[in-house]
């Protein structure tokens, strides 16, 4: 199975564009996540959604906007670009089936390196 | 929220020796710990975890410790080989009300195994 897979793998972007990065996963799960990783700073979350028609912010929403219409797509919106928006993006998801919710081990996707100029 | 601080940020050792990580934490509901290790240009993948109910858990040269009074955890690397040079995370699952199921991670570890 293919998993969790992000699109595009890198890209360039002015500043002031708009761009939305793509994250699939073929594997059910209920919770997706969006991280965002800059040197020192670890990995921070920006939205995520606990289950299709929900979504909550994280620790740095600003600027981004997610939306889960079904199970296995949770697209990241950048409405308009800013150079500190520069950085590795990371989907990742997990399931919340049965009772072992809060234990169960979040899959990362490949990553999606963006630079904003 | 959950605070959780990872020390140190980097870490090398000579191949053989053994490579400690520590966490901490700050809010007591949060009851599961997972490590990742990122490889570089890679995406993090989980290692080991461990949950509240438990202080210790090995697996074969890796274990990570717990203890919830104290709120913090440990990644112990014995024997440690040049395949273990990567960054690792910590990391603490809350789980109360809107923010159930959500990692916060700490800010890594580069550890540098050295032939």
């Known amino acids: 199975t293919a998993g969790i897979t992000q699109a595009p793998t890198s890209q360039i972007l002015a500043a002031g564009r708009s761009m939305t990065l793509r994250c699939t996963q073929d594997m059910r799960h209920n919770a997706m996540y969006w991280y965002r990783q800059d040197l020192g700073l670890g990995l921070r979350l920006i939205h995520y959604s606990n289950t299709a028609g929900t979504t909550g912010k994280g620790e740095v929403p600003d600027g981004y906007s997610v939306s889960r219409a079904n199970t296995d797509d949770f697209p990241l919106t950048l409405a308009s670009a800013v150079p500190s928006q520069t950085s590795v993006y990371f989907c990742?998801?997990?399931?919340?089936?049965?009772?072992?919710?809060?234990?169960?081990?979040?899959?990362f996707g490949p990553g999606t390196r963006l630079t904003v100029l | 929220g959950e605070n959780v601080e990872q020390h140190p940020s980097t870490l090398s050792v000579q191949e053989g020796d053994s490579a400690v990580i520590k966490c901490t934490y700050s809010?007591?509901?949060?009851?599961?710990f997972p490590w990742y290790k990122q490889e570089l240009g890679k995406r993090p993948q989980l290692i080991i975890d461990i949950r509240s109910n438990v202080g210790e858990k090995k697996d074969q040269r890796i274990a990570v410790t717990l203890n919830k009074t104290a709120k913090h955890f440990s990644l112990h690397i014995t024997e440690t080989q040049p395949e273990d040079s990567a960054v690792y995370f910590c990391a603490a699952i809350h789980d109360r009300g809107s923010t159930l199921g959500r990692l916060y991670f700490g800010r890594g570890t580069q550890l540098t195994v050295w032939p």
């Open positions: 809010d007591s509901a949060s009851n599961y």
């Open positions: 990742a998801s997990s399931s919340t089936s049965g009772g072992a919710y809060l234990y169960n081990e979040q899959f």
